[in-house]
Structure formats: C-alpha cells, structure tokens
C-alpha cells in the first residue's frame, strides 16, 4: 500500500493543498496501520489503538470534509464518463466509510475480551483502507480534479 500511495502521490501531488494535505494524512494512517498489523507477538497498548482509531476517524472525516467538497463541485460540472464513474465511486466510498467508522466503534475503547479479535479485524480493515485509496484516487483522477479546483489555493507555496 505504501507503495501505491508514493505512486498516488507523484501523480496527484501539487494538484491542490486540501489535496495534498489528505495524501499526507493517508500517508501517517498507514504508516501506523502497517506498525500495529505488523506487531503479532503483543496486542497494542489501549492507549496505541486509541490514537490509530483517531487517525482513522479524521482520515475519513478530511475526505468527506474537506476533499470530497472540491470532487463534488468538479463532480457537478462533469459530464459524460466522470459523472458516471463518480455516480458509481461514491457510494461505495460511502459503505467503505461506514466499515471504518464500525472498526473505530469497536476499538475506540476495546476491553481484553474485544481486543482478542483486533488481528482479524485489523486484516479486514487493511482491506478496507486499500479499496478505499483506490477509490477516492479514481475518483479524483476521473473528474480532473486539477482543471476544476479553485487556483487560489497553491499546492507547492508558489504565488497565486
């Protein structure tokens, strides 16, 4: 995953700030996905899952909030194969959102007996995460997001 978001972020990076302030927020949710799935001899201190679901819980929040604001507004003058492919993305974007949101739920505060399912569930949720960024990226490239973004917002602290 690491791997596609560095790919994700060559090409959809410099696009817009609120853009390339979502990239880095997948960026540090993934970062610490991939520490707490990968450590399998101890289960996370409360604390630890407590931050990651917080993380979770602000990555889908900036998307709705923040990103998906400018995609809708490009989504609004788009026509054709991009109204359609957005028609298509977004719900499931949706549903994805309701997983993450569940997974947070249950492991906001996680008592021991709970916690005993957190590597199964961590797997789904890598799942989740994966199918997620795969969308919002479609979706964003589908709708040219950098010819229908406000210009006043430079991604890079160049002029506007």
Same mark, same amino acid.
């Given at each position: 995953?690491?791997?596609?978001?560095?790919? !994700?972020?060559?090409?959809?990076?410099?696009?817009?700030?609120?853009?390339?302030?979502?990239?880095?927020?997948?960026?540090?949710?993934? #970062?610490?996905?991939?520490?707490?799935?990968?450590?399998?001899?101890?289960?996370?201190?409360? *604390?630890?899952?407590? *931050?990651?679901?917080?993380? +979770?819980?602000?990555? $889908?929040?900036?998307? &709705?909030? *923040?990103?998906?604001? &400018? $995609?809708?507004?490009?989504?609004?003058?788009?026509?054709?194969?991009?109204?359609?492919?957005?028609?298509?993305?977004?719900?499931?974007?949706?549903?994805? !959102?309701?997983?993450?949101?569940?997974?947070?739920?249950?492991?906001?505060?996680?008592?021991?007996? #709970?916690?005993?399912?957190?590597?199964?569930? +961590?797997?789904?949720?890598?799942? %989740?995460?994966?199918?997620?960024?795969?969308?919002?990226?479609?979706? %964003?490239?589908?709708?040219?997001?950098?010819? &229908?973004?406000?210009?006043?917002?430079?991604?890079?602290?160049?002029?506007?």
């Amino acid at each position: 995953m690491l791997g596609k978001l560095e790919q !994700t972020k060559a090409r959809l990076g410099g696009i817009h700030k609120a853009l390339d302030t979502f990239l880095n927020a997948r960026q540090q949710l993934l #970062v610490e996905y991939i520490r707490l799935s990968t450590n399998k001899k101890t289960l996370p201190a409360n *604390e630890e899952l407590h *931050e990651f679901c917080g993380q +979770l819980v602000d990555y $889908v929040s900036a998307g &709705h909030f *923040e990103v998906y604001d &400018h $995609v809708l507004a490009a989504y609004e003058a788009s026509t054709g194969n991009a109204r359609v492919l957005a028609e298509r993305i977004y719900p499931r974007i949706k549903r994805n !959102t309701d997983e993450a949101l569940n997974f947070h739920d249950k492991y906001h505060e996680a008592d021991d007996e #709970v916690m005993m399912e957190l590597d199964q569930d +961590l797997n789904r949720l890598g799942e %989740v995460l994966e199918e997620r960024f795969s969308l919002e990226d479609r979706l %964003v490239t589908a709708i040219r997001l950098a010819d &229908h973004l406000d210009t006043s917002e430079p991604a890079s602290g160049e002029p506007a």
